[in-house]
């Protein structure tokens, strides 16, 4: 046995941060449609944004192939050229999509309690330019919404909230992930959700080209090559496959996300008595980050994937990257909070999968290391 076998096998086989539930369910539904000779946007796809409507609570739902694009299309709609407001502590895309539609973007901090925008940040940086708000339930914690006297447009990015009570339900679009690792997992894929219809209409022509009939459309009764294109338009519609996926997976969705409290209550109790600031409450458990001193979190980082424990940090402050070209200090708008976050968070291994061994594992590790600087 070469050296590296021995140390995996002493180590235990990797245990990945994040990864999708895979049933003998999804795999009947993908192959009932693959027989079924129509892979496009088609009836599968339109029954899976129904259901998806009706369990956030909204009346309608417009199926997209990613969160990116959700948002995009969602900005896109809204017209009004100037800025938004993103909480700096994310993920690229909802700063991205202002880019797409030239639009100045503001990066806002987070509150320390909650990681997700801070509510007072934002007020104070909303002006006259501003033409939207864009904030993220981070790991599935609910977001503070409280900006309607202000009038500005709401766009909630609900990638990490799939199951938390109230997601997508105060702004004038909710946009879902449906990556690898969400809690509902397609591969690829997002959903626009929003009450009002004539948004609906025009977002289902706008994700397939600004044309105004799908091809699945034109099929019934009879086959028709005639439509319309009346403004541009993406390639941005999901597909019957990735749709008979997420049917399955939010059919499974509440078993899933108790099996991720489960985890969550594990991580609880065994790290409540370390050097470790434990996250708040989620609806969703989508991420479980941990704080720890900055000066020994990439040394934890470090100490756990040498046991082959994967962890990643989320995030790296969105100002940070180049394309960006947004300096908070020659601007003079520090961000503390997401600054001092950054330097300090570990997301854990948190998937439903996650076996009782392998969990176990990550906390006899954490313990370990904090026995060892002590």
């Known amino acids: 046995m070469n050296k590296k076998s021995s140390k995996k096998k002493k180590n235990g086989s990797l245990i990945k941060v994040l990864g999708p539930s895979v049933s003998q369910a999804e795999i009947k539904a993908v192959t009932r449609v693959l027989k079924s000779g129509w892979w496009g946007i088609g009836p599968e796809t339109e029954l899976f944004e129904n259901e998806f409507a009706k369990f956030v609570g909204s009346k309608h739902a417009i199926a997209v192939n990613s969160c990116t694009s959700a948002l995009h299309l969602s900005l896109h709609l809204l017209e009004k050229k100037g800025e938004i407001i993103v909480p700096a502590l994310t993920f690229i895309s909802p700063a991205l999509v202002g880019v ?4 100045n973007v503001v990066f806002a901090d987070v509150d320390e309690s909650t990681y997700c925008v801070d509510q007072e940040d934002v007020t104070r940086k909303i002006t006259q330019k501003t033409t939207a708000i864009i904030p993220v339930h981070y790991a599935g914690k609910l977001a503070d919404l409280d900006y309607k006297e202000r009038g500005v447009p709401i766009i909630e990015d609900c990638a990490h909230a799939a199951g938390t009570k109230g997601a997508g339900l105060t702004g004038i679009f909710g946009c879902w992930c449906f990556a690898a690792v969400k809690n509902i997992a397609t591969g690829d ?6 009450n ?15 044309i105004t009939q799908s091809t699945w459309e034109r099929t019934q009764p009879k086959y028709s090559w005639e ?31 108790k099996k991720r409290k489960e985890i969550a209550d594990i991580y609880h109790k065994e790290l409540s008595g370390l050097p470790i600031t434990l996250p708040p409450a989620s609806g969703s458990w989508h991420l479980y980050a941990i704080r720890v001193d900055k000066r020994l979190r990439n040394k934890l980082i470090d100490f756990l994937k040498k046991r082959n ?29 997401t600054e001092k976050l950054s330097q300090e968070l570990i997301s854990l291994p948190m998937y439903p999968d996650l076996a009782k061994g392998d969990l176990d594992r990550v906390v006899s590790s954490i313990k370990e290391f904090f026995m060892k600087i002590a």
């Open 100 to 103: 797409y539609e030239n639009q």
């Open 189 to 194: 894929g997002g959903m626009i959700t929003t």
């Open 227 to 257: 439509y319309d294109i009346s403004e541009i338009g993406y390639k941005y519609h999901l597909n019957d496959i990735l749709s008979a996926i997420g049917r399955i997976q939010l059919k499974r969705l509440k078993k899933l996300n």
């Open 196 to 210: 009002d219809g004539k948004i609906a209409e025009r977002l289902r022509k706008l994700r397939w080209f600004g």
């Open 309 to 337: 424990i994967s962890t990643s940090v989320h995030y790296k402050p969105l100002y940070n990257y180049p394309i960006f070209k947004w300096n908070i200090k020659e601007r003079g708008k520090s961000l503390p909070v």
